[in-house]
């Protein structure tokens, strides 16, 4: 979130990498409204999801007649999106064809639709999105380098889910509130033992898993206990999950951040300090200290 908030103000191009369902297009989102382009359009085009022999139509427009089924002119998701954002979801789908067009949008910002001969301009921050390995594409030939390194001019890398594991409690509250809303249910608690298997399991379909798995518990707890059908993800955790623990997750965060401490010998900030190996701020874990009355031993020294 920080490096959205670094970029968003400036009309760089970025390159989103991440697993599917980490929330790539929320952070697109993110970016263009905190961008000052804000008040214009958000235009949203999943490569993979457009038949390739209609996507060059789908992105530049197309001319009356142009091709088959043309039968009026149609302006492209570039011209819809002039001043604002142009949002390119699973760009590593896009033919090598295609990519070349782009390429030559992103530098020249202008193209010709279909069926014309006329050069269109527009003003447009393309930000793009891909859960492929784009640098191994180049080498087997099926993405241009050129192109990668015109998108790459700030690349934001989405850890997935299970490298982030202590926002899962988070995202649980938050996604169960929506859905118990959305239902008319009033669910006000989740199991100790529910939020642990959930903080465990690896989450291979990231956020958007989670969050589908959620909406279905929300479905089967008909009283104020959220009913999670835990069970379902024994066997998919790389770690072992104890559904009977009697151990809170704040009990289990405490001796997890005490066992970093330990191992970091109470050294906090810096390069080998507690922090950077949580993947937390300084700032950020002296709040959870406090917040869980975590102190360091007299005799040792920060």
């Known amino acids: 979130m920080d490096e959205v908030q670094i970029v968003a103000t400036t009309d760089s191009t970025v390159l989103i990498q991440g697993e599917t369902g980490t929330g790539k297009e929320l952070v697109a989102s993110a970016i263009h409204k905190l961008s000052l382009r804000r008040g214009k359009n958000f235009v949203r085009v999943n490569c993979a999801a457009v038949p390739a ?24 998701r570039f011209e819809l999106a002039d001043k604002g954002t142009l949002f390119l979801d699973e760009i590593g789908d896009m033919s090598l064809e ?4 782009l390429l030559r949008v992103l530098q020249e910002k202008e193209f010709e639709r279909l069926g014309s001969t006329q050069t269109q301009r ?14 191994k594409m180049i080498v087997d030939r099926t ?17 997935p889910l299970r490298d982030r594991r202590e926002d899962i409690p988070e995202l649980v509250k938050a996604l169960v509130s929506r859905f118990s809303s959305r239902m008319s249910r009033r669910i006000e608690s989740v199991p100790n033992a529910t939020l642990e298997a959930l903080t465990h399991y690896d989450w291979p379909g990231n956020v958007r898993e989670l969050q ?41 965060e405490t001796r997890h951040i005490i066992r970093i401490l330990q191992q970091a010998n109470w ?29 360091r031993p007299p005799l040792c020294t920060a």
Request: contains cysteine.
């Open 212 to 252: 589908n798995f959620l909406e279905r518990s929300v479905i089967l707890s008909p009283g104020p206990t959220l009913n999670a059908p835990v069970e379902k993800l024994v066997g998919k955790t790389s770690h072992v999950v104890n559904t009977a623990a009697d151990v809170t997750l704040e009990e289990a």
């Open 98 to 101: 295609l990519q070349a067009k």
């Open 143 to 159: 993405f241009r380098a050129d192109l990668y390194f015109r998108l790459n001019v700030f690349p934001i890398t989405i850890p």
């Open 267 to 295: 050294v906090i900030g810096g390069s080998k300090g507690a922090a950077e190996k949580l993947g937390l701020k300084r700032t950020t874990l002296i709040t959870k200290m406090r917040r869980l009355g975590i102190s």
């Open 53 to 76: 022999g209609l996507l060059e139509s789908e992105l530049f427009g197309h001319e009356k007649g142009a091709f088959t089924g043309a039968l009026m002119r149609k302006m492209g």
């Open 122 to 135: 527009v003003d447009v921050r393309v930000i793009a999105a891909t859960n492929c390995d784009l640098k």
